[in-house]
C-alpha cells in the first residue's frame, strides 16, 4: 500500500529564516509527487510535480527537490503570506488505479513577521 | 467563473434531512473526484468520474451518492449522515485519468456539519 508521511506536523518560522518540509514516501513505482498548498477554507493550490529523483523545480522562495525515497520543499527567506498547510501527494504507476494520488497529512506553516 | 467551483460553501444539515453538493469545472477536463477532507487526516478519495463514468467508489457508505451527469458537472448527494461525516468536502478535477503527472485542480469546498 502505497504511503505518504510528512514532517514536521506544524513549524513555526520567523520572517526571513529558511526551512525545509519532509515528504517520506513508499510507492510501487513513482508516476509522480505533487505538493499543494492550501490556506485556511480552501481548496489545494497546486505547486509543482516532480517525476524522477534528483530532479528540482522553484517558484519564488519556493524549491522542491525529490529523492528515491523522499521529497523536500525548502522555503528560502519565508514571509508571512507563505503561511499556510503543504501537502505532499504521489501518484504510483502500479495496480488497477494507478491514476490515485495518496496523500500525507501535510505540514503546517506559520511564518511570524 | 473560472477553475472549479462548488456550492454551496457551508452547509448544516440534520441526520434526517437530504441534501446535494454541486461542482462545476470550466478548465475542459474529463475527470472528476470527490474527497473528504478532516481534521489531522490526509485527504481521503470517495469517488472518481472519467468521461461521465464511475471508476472508482472508495468503499463509501451508501448514504454518500454521486452523479456526473456531464463532464462539467458532479454532484454527491447526501442522505442521513451522522456526526463523524462532518468535514470538507472537495471536488478535484484533472485533464483525463493515467496522466503521469496530471496534477488534479481543487475546488474550495463545501464545510459540512451534520448535527
Known amino acids: 500500500e502505497d504511503q505518504v508521511t510528512q514532517s514536521p506536523e506544524a513549524l513555526r518560522l520567523q520572517e526571513g529564516e529558511s526551512s525545509s518540509l519532509n515528504c517520506s514516501y513508499t510507492v510501487s513505482g513513482l508516476r509522480g509527487l505533487f505538493w499543494y498548498r492550501q490556506d485556511p477554507g480552501k481548496g489545494p493550490e497546486f505547486l509543482f510535480t516532480l517525476y524522477s529523483a534528483g530532479e528540482e523545480k522553484e517558484k519564488e522562495r519556493l524549491k522542491a527537490t525529490l529523492t528515491k525515497k523522499e521529497s523536500f520543499l525548502h522555503i528560502t527567506a519565508p514571509k508571512p503570506e507563505d503561511s499556510a498547510t503543504y501537502l505532499c501527494a504521489v501518484q504510483a504507476a502500479g495496480g488497477g488505479s494507478n491514476y490515485k494520488l495518496t496523500f500525507g497529512k501535510g505540514t503546517l506553516l506559520t511564518v511570524n513577521p | 467563473e473560472t477553475g472549479v467551483t462548488q456550492t454551496p460553501r457551508h452547509l448544516v444539515m440534520g441526520m434526517t434531512n437530504k441534501k446535494s453538493l454541486k461542482c462545476e469545472q470550466h478548465?475542459?477536463?474529463?475527470?472528476m473526484y470527490w474527497y473528504k477532507q478532516s481534521a489531522k487526516k490526509p485527504l481521503e478519495l470517495m469517488f472518481v468520474y472519467n468521461f461521465k463514468e464511475q471508476t472508482e467508489n472508495n468503499s463509501v457508505p451508501s448514504r454518500f451518492s454521486p452523479e456526473c451527469p456531464n463532464s462539467s458537472h458532479l454532484f454527491l448527494h447526501l442522505h442521513t449522515l451522522q456526526p463523524e461525516d462532518s468535514a470538507l468536502y472537495l471536488c478535484?478535477?484533472?485533464?483525463?485519468?493515467?496522466?503521469?503527472?496530471?496534477?488534479?485542480?481543487f475546488g474550495p469546498g463545501t464545510r459540512l456539519t451534520v448535527l
Open positions: 478548465l475542459g477536463h474529463n475527470a
Open positions: 478535484a478535477s484533472s485533464q483525463r485519468l493515467g496522466l503521469a503527472g496530471g496534477q488534479e485542480f
